[in-house]
Nanobody, 120 residues
Framework: QVQLVESGGGLVQPGGSLRLSCVAS????????MGWYRQVPGKQRELVAD???????NYADSVKGRFTISRDNAKNTVYLQMNSLKPEDTAVYTC??????????????WGQGTQVTVSS
């Protein structure tokens, strides 16, 4: 059994900052790429940023220069530091990880999502 648990969402004013965390736990042999996605009602879920186990990062154009993704491999944890937040960043942010379990092929796992609201 594998679980991804996010924390750190909430309400913040425009220009403010938030830090999201996501911990993967359970019967994990290895965690490959970890990432953050976001979705607003009526729109498709979009990739915000992801990071490989080696630390290579990838960002959506809309967040480049404002968001930073990082991870702690020893803790199976991924972080998303969000600065200079804008109202259009408001969404449910969900953690994703590609995880290898013993005797099983790699599979994608998702967290439950955390709401981020940017409003004055």
């Amino acid at each position: 059994q594998v679980q991804l648990v996010e924390s750190g969402g909430g309400l913040v004013q425009p220009g403010g900052s938030l830090r999201l965390s996501c911990v993967a736990s359970g019967s994990i042999l290895r965690v490959n790429t970890m990432g953050w996605y976001r979705q607003v009602p009526g729109k498709q879920r979009e990739l915000v940023a992801d990071i490989t186990s080696g630390g290579r990062t990838n960002y959506a154009d809309s967040v480049k220069g404002r968001f930073t993704i990082s991870r702690d491999n020893a803790k199976n944890t991924v972080y998303l530091q969000m600065n200079s937040l804008k109202p259009e960043d408001t969404a449910v942010y969900t953690c994703n990880a590609e995880i290898i379990r013993r005797w099983m092929a790699a599979a994608d796992f998702w967290g439950q999502g955390t709401q981020v609201t940017v409003s004055s």
